[in-house]
Nanobody, 121 residues
Framework: QVQLAESGGGLVQNGGSLRLSCAAS????????MAWYRQAPGKERALVAV???????MYADSVKGRFTISRDNDGKTVTLQMNDLKPEDTAVYYCSADIQMTWASRINVYWGQGTQVTVSS
């Protein structure tokens, strides 16, 4: 079994900062990429940032220059540093990871439970 545990989030004022973290645990052979998505009320879930293993990060245009995705040395924790937050960043943020449980198994996508980020104007 694989689990993604998210932390961080909360309420912040316009222009403030928050830091989200997501730790993968369980039977893990390799993690191919980790990413953050968000879903605002009435909207579809959308990619915010993705960091493939051994590759460069990519960001949604709306967060470029404000958000930074990173992974720790063991590659199992992904962090999203969010600066200069705006009311339109308000959403539930989800962590995802493409994980192989063993070297021979398929790659499956796992999701965190989601964490609320609310930016007040």
């Amino acid at each position: 079994q694989v689990q993604l545990a998210e932390s961080g989030g909360g309420l912040v004022q316009n222009g403030g900062s928050l830091r989200l973290s997501c730790a993968a645990s369980g039977i893990i052979s390799s993690i191919h990429k980790m990413a953050w998505y968000r879903q605002a009320p009435g909207k579809e879930r959308a990619l915010v940032a993705v960091l493939p293993t051994g590759d460069t990060a990519m960001y949604a245009d709306s967060v470029k220059g404000r958000f930074t995705i990173s992974r720790d040395n063991d590659g199992k924790t992904v962090t999203l540093q969010m600066n200069d937050l705006k009311p339109e960043d308000t959403a539930v943020y989800y962590c995802s990871a493409d994980i192989q449980m063993t070297w021979a198994s398929r790659i499956n996508v796992y999701w965190g439970q989601g964490t609320q980020v609310t930016v007040s104007s």
